[in-house]
């Protein structure tokens, strides 16, 4: 039997993107400040010292906005 080359880095990242979109989700870059950050540690999206973690912070914003958009949606 015929093994299957391992995928290359582009390929992961295409099927990444096609699962994502398949589920309608997206990924988008957005700039924050000093002041978005401070928020999100004194709303508890965010510990004090996660602040510099570039994937918990996105985890907090993704939280945050998911959270919102139910209590809008009721």
């Known amino acids: 039997m015929l093994e299957r080359p391992t995928p290359t880095p582009a390929e992961l990242r295409r099927r990444r993107y096609r699962a994502r979109r398949a589920k309608r989700r997206m990924c988008v870059t957005i ?3 000093e002041i ?3 928020f999100l540690v004194r709303a508890i999206w965010l510990g004090r010292d996660e602040d510099g973690d570039r994937r918990k912070v996105g985890d ?5 906005l998911a959270y919102t ?3 809008e949606l009721k």
Do not use: D, Q, S, Y
Request: aromatic residues 0%; proline residues 0%; without cysteine.
């Open 31 to 33: 700039e924050l400040g």
């Open 60 to 64: 907090a914003v993704t939280r945050m």
């Open 69 to 71: 958009a139910r209590l």
């Open 36 to 38: 978005e950050l401070e």
